[in-house]
């Protein structure tokens, strides 16, 4: 369970010394081309959802975000992962949603500034990353993974 927490603060710690030297170096310039018309470092405010959907709902975020983050860090101490795709996608998950509540909450907005424009992609930030990490990892375990202890469980009912 411990590993969670560890997990979850450095998610935490990374985005928001990200968005800390965003804020720092990219107010003062458009754009900063990493890879040109390909990966850009962009500053933007988001004051809505995901890639910037449902603009000035900021409460609702608030909300949602809150029984989201409360219900993943009762379901994790309830019941402690023993699969390392689990641990690390949930732990992202919550990490990614606790980044961008803080910002929610003594900001008023998120801050943006990956400008991935190879797909003409939203600006996104390092938690945004992390939860869709985590969702991808948490997808990987259901897929090919959950179905061990059944599995295990049967054949030991055999």
Known sequence: MLICFIIMAAVIAIDQITKWLAV???????TVPIIKDILHLTYLENEGAAFGMLKN???????????????????????????????????????GGIGNMIDRLLLGYVVDFIDFRVINFAIFNGADSFV???????????????????????????
């Open 24 to 30: 720092q170096y990219l107010t003062k310039v458009e």
């Open 132 to 158: 869709c990490i985590g969702a991808v990892l948490v997808l990987i375990y259901v897929f090919f993974f959950s179905e061990e202890k059944k599995e295990v469980k049967n054949d030991a009912d055999s």
């Open 57 to 95: 709902n900021r409460w609702v975020f608030l909300v949602i975000s809150t029984v989201a983050i409360i219900g993943l860090i009762i379901y994790l101490v309830k019941y402690p992962p023993k699969n390392k795709w689990l641990i690390f996608g949930l732990s992202f998950i919550v990490g």
